[in-house]
Nanobody, 118 residues
Framework: QVRLVESGGGLVQAGGSLRLSCAAS????????MGWFRRAPGKERENVAT????????SYANPVKGRFTISRDNAKKTVDLQMNSLKPEDAAVYYC???????????WGQGTQVTVSS
């Protein structure tokens, strides 16, 4: 059974930082692209960051470029999202996902809430 479990969400003031972590089990982790998504109330789900299998290549949504950093540890089967200079518009439920490719996301975590106060 595949499980993706996010942690690290919470309340932070604007300008602050949070680090999200996702622990994976039940899958061949290094064979999957990993991504972080978010969904804010009334908005569509957004892919904020993606990291390829080896971890060498990453991509980011424009709103988070320069502020968020995605990383992975294939030995520990974890993927992290370091979020700096947080803004109120970053508030959302953040989800970890594992995909066969960057367009096919096979497994999802349950999400972790990030709240940013202004």
């Amino acid at each position: 059974q595949v499980r993706l479990v996010e942690s690290g969400g919470g309340l932070v003031q604007a300008g602050g930082s949070l680090r999200l972590s996702c622990a994976a089990s039940g899958l061949s982790f290094s064979s999957y692209v990993m991504g972080w998504f978010r969904r804010a109330p009334g908005k569509e789900r957004e892919n904020v960051a993606t990291i390829l299998w080896s971890g060498i290549k990453t991509s980011y949504a424009n709103p988070v470029k320069g502020r968020f950093t995605i990383s992975r540890d294939n030995a520990k089967k974890t993927v992290d999202l370091q979020m700096n200079s947080l803004k109120p518009e970053d508030a959302a439920v953040y989800y970890c996902a594992a995909g066969s490719t960057t367009n096919i996301w096979d497994y999802w975590g349950q999400g972790t809430q990030v709240t940013v106060s202004s």
